[in-house]
């Protein structure tokens, strides 16, 4: 699982949008636009139960950094 439609379709969409409350439309959005919301990751890691790259998600980098 390398990008966000990997991370999507390994964990389902439906049970994603479930678990964060989320419509399966936003979910689908956010496949196909490459990175998932980083609020996402705890709870996307902890169901596909193993670590995520943090590279699918839309983590904020200081640009100190």
Do not use: C, H
Not at 23 to 41: F, I, M, T
């Amino acid at each position: 699982m390398k990008t966000a439609k990997d991370i999507i379709e390994f964990i389902g969409r439906d049970e994603i949008a479930l678990a964060l409350d989320r419509s399966p439309d936003r979910v689908r959005n956010a496949g196909v636009r490459g990175v998932l919301p980083a609020q996402w990751y705890d709870t996307l890691e902890q169901m596909a139960g193993r670590p995520l790259p943090r590279e699918a998600f839309g983590f904020l980098v200081r640009a100190d950094e």
